[in-house]
């Protein structure tokens, strides 16, 4: 008979190998039940195989921190490929739920604009999930605060995030069956590859959408702080539309470099949405919007498209505003039209001479229309 502290390590050895192959059991049938091929099917990790490739959770291999967890980078022995392990708390049941929730959405959606999931651990109490490492980090880190030996984003690297990440959503509400609502969006969540193409992370909060005739589901609000649809933060009713009134927020921090909220701002400027009321109002101000850092280099018309597209995803009444698919149209065409630096005219060199030739009447009036259209 063995003694009650040994009969309790083995109860509890017991229990959380019983968690471990239920989380893994829930993990593998779900994903069959939705008709995920064997070939994107996440691979299971054990804490110890982690352990390694972050050379045990070192504090240099740190790489982001909130209140989910920590995040490390790390290399699998395997393979040699980089990869970023985040490390969820040990809060319990909610814990549980989040990780579940997370890896069954990328196990099944895959997508160029959402983070590929190569596997997770579930190894006793520990909740592990292992993602494609992503060299330039997250929108955040550049766009708010960059440090000194990071140039700041320019007009066009912004335009191109935010079509990336607005293709990536019109995935999840129109190709993804049943449709899915993000329930997360903010700068932080916004990964980057090494040519700052931009990937959504972080799926713990994201619901199945409504189907049929529905036009939403009812669930406890959850969220980061200004990026909740005033509709869905009043009554709890989550929408396809909520994800749009979060998108219309981060364009706006996009084009503005500010945070949604920053407590180091004079009050009137804490809150971005109410600070920028103002010049949203009125076109004359729209300038006024504009991030300092970008220093005037952006076209102009873009620009005052892109503050358009803001104003019907910020939209009071989900109805009003758009579909992702739509804003996707939208913003393709203000990247149409890059910003173009204008030339040095000390480094142009004069062409060299040639003879006179008067162009005829048939390219003058061609070149006129050419210009009329832009």
Known sequence: MGCFPCLHHRRKRESNSRIEDRDSSVIGNKASSLGEKKSNSAHSFTFRHLAIATQNFKEANLIGEGGFGKVY???LDSTSQKVAIKQLKRDGLQGN????VEVLMLVVLRHPNLVSLIGYCADGDERLLVYEYMPKG???DH???PLPDKLPLDWNTRIKIAVGVAKGLTYLHEVANPPVIYRDMKAANVLLDIDFNPKLSDFGLARVGPVGDNTHVSTRVMGTYGYCAPDYAMSGKLSLKSDVYSF??????LITGRRVYDALKPVAEQKLLIWSRHF?????KYHQLADPLLQGRYPLRPFQQLIAVILTCLQEHPRVRPVMADVVVALDYVASQPYVSEPDPEKISPPPASPSVTPSRDCITRRGLSFGRM
């Open 248 to 253: 219309g927020v981060l364009l706006l921090e």
């Open 138 to 140: 997250s929108l955040a």
């Open 73 to 75: 980078k790390g290399l």
């Open 97 to 100: 739920k989040e990780f579940l």
């Open 280 to 284: 949203l109002t009125d076109k004359r």
């Open 143 to 145: 766009l708010f605060d």
